[in-house]
Structures are given as C-alpha cells and as structure tokens.
Nanobody, 122 residues
Framework: QLQAFGGGLVQPGGSLRLSCLAS????????IGWFRQAPGKEREWVSC????????TYDDSVKGRFTISRDNGKNTVDLQMNNLKPEDTAVYYC?????????????????WGQGTLVTVSS
C-alpha cells in the first residue's frame, strides 16, 4: 500500500515537501513516480526516480524547483517542492512499479497511493 501525504495550502513562492510512504513492501526495488491532476485536466507526470536512485527526472514545468529523493530508512520517496506557483495546484499522487526506468505514463505504474492536495494561492 502506498500513501502520499504532505499537501496543504501555501502562498506563491513557498515550499512543501510531499512524502510517499510504502507499507507492506520496500520501495528499494521500485521506480517511483509523482503525478498530479488539476481540476478538469488529465493526470500528468511530474517526476520519477528509478530503483537504483540514478537519473531522477523531471517534467520541464518543475525542473529546477522540485527535487525527488529516496529515504530508504523511512521507506519513503519525497518530493521537495520549492518556489511553488499557482499552476502547481493539483492533487498529487505517487505511484510505483518494480524495476528500473524513466517512466512517464500513468499506465506504466502498477501501484498508486491516494492523492494529497496541494493548493498554491495568496
């Protein structure tokens, strides 16, 4: 089971840190992706990190502002979000699939957590 948490209301320019927590299995062998879905829009890929923790990748819209990282001790994958913009407002989801790769399509992931809402507004 995956659980995403850490969302909330933040002003433009602010920061939030999301966490994806796994229970019942270790994330070490999984590629983890973060996706988001704004009202009325399709779910879109934000970032992913492979099971080897090599080559974390980001959508251009968040590159330089978001950082994905693993905390194997806590069995989490975190998404540090800085310099948030109103267009980052969405429900954020984490997803997992066993193996290595840069995976940007929701259909490539087998496990999903419930979303956590991020609202960027003044």
């Amino acid at each position: 089971q995956l659980q995403a948490f850490g969302g909330g209301l933040v002003q433009p320019g602010g920061s939030l840190r999301l966490s994806c927590l796994a229970s019942g299995f270790t994330l070490d062998y999984y590629t983890i992706g973060w996706f988001r879905q704004a009202p009325g829009k399709e779910r879109e890929w934000v970032s992913c990190i492979s099971s080897s923790s090599s080559s974390p990748t980001y959508d251009d819209s968040v590159k330089g502002r978001f950082t994905i990282s693993r905390d194997n001790g806590k069995n989490t994958v975190d998404l540090q979000m800085n310099n948030l913009k109103p267009e980052d407002t969405a429900v954020y989801y984490c997803a997992a699939v066993i193996g290595i790769g840069v995976l940007t399509s929701p259909r490539q992931y087998d496990y999903w957590g419930q979303g956590t809402l991020v609202t960027v507004s003044s």
